[in-house]
T-cell receptor, first 111, second 111 residues
Framework: DAEITQSPRHKITETGRQVTLACHQT?????MFWYRQDLGHGLRLIHYSYGVHDTNKGEVSDGYSVSRSNTEDLPLTLESAASSQTSVYFC??????????FGNGTRLTVT | GESVGLHLPTLSVQEGDNSIINCAYSNSASDYFIWYKQESGKGPQFIID?????DKRQGQRVTVLLNKTVKHLSLQIAATQPGDSAVYFCADARGFQKLVFGTGTRLLVSP
């Protein structure tokens, strides 16, 4: 069955370190998204991509970057981790006229 | 992934009752609406969606109602079961791609 996989499931890092969260989907979806989920804010869009080599900023993109070198993967990089980036991160994908499918998340703690 | 947590509005029902979860949206240009269910430790799971040219759509035990006049969306769950206990999110978008999520409602089902 097609799926979307995030890794790692849990990560602890120190302030200032670079961190990359992986997202891999086997749906062959063109569109991929990264969200963060925090108390009182619901899911907020960080970055998204509509296809290979396409990337776009979401509403909370500062301090994050993504790259899309193939259809299956959209890694999310925190250039210099900050305590404010402690959160649960979700990757999602879809194609035109289909609902978003989410991964099971990565819990990131920045100490 | 973890639900948003302690600050969520909560709906408590008895097993077998019907549940109604409400959601307000703000963008009058939104033409696509969707409900997700999120269980503890998992990513959001698609339940049902509706386009703005409809005011009602039914699935298996679930019904979504859309009132565009007052920008209100509701999810009705028939014969609620303990397995329905979760956090429920609504989201809206113009088109299928950049969803804006609400903060969620926690549904607690007592046996």
């Amino acid at each position: 069955d097609a799926e979307i996989t995030q890794s790692p499931r849990h990560k602890i890092t120190e302030t200032g370190r670079q961190v990359t969260l992986a997202c891999h989907q086997t749906w062959n979806h063109n569109n991929m998204f990264w969200y963060r989920q925090d108390l009182g804010h619901g899911l907020r869009l960080i970055h998204y991509s509509y296809g290979v080599h396409d990337t776009n900023k979401g509403e909370v993109s500062d301090g994050y970057s993504v790259s899309r070198s193939n259809t299956e993967d959209l890694p999310l990089t925190l250039e210099s981790a900050a305590s404010s980036q402690t959160s649960v991160y979700f990757c999602a994908s879809n194609s035109l006229n289909s609902p978003l499918h989410f991964g099971n998340g990565t819990r990131l703690t920045v100490t | 992934g973890e639900s948003v947590g302690l600050h969520l509005p909560t709906l408590s029902v008895q097993e077998g009752d019907n549940s109604i979860i409400n959601c307000a949206y703000s963008n009058s240009a939104s033409d696509y609406f969707i409900w997700y269910k999120q269980e503890s430790g998992k990513g959001p799971q698609f339940i049902i969606d509706i386009r703005s040219n409809m005011d009602k759509r039914q699935g298996q035990r679930v019904t979504v109602l859309l009132n565009k006049t007052v920008k209100h969306l509701s999810l009705q769950i028939a014969a609620t079961q303990p397995g329905d206990s979760a956090v429920y999110f609504c989201a809206d978008a113009r088109g299928f791609q950049k969803l804006v999520f609400g903060t969620g409602t926690r549904l607690l089902v007592s046996p």
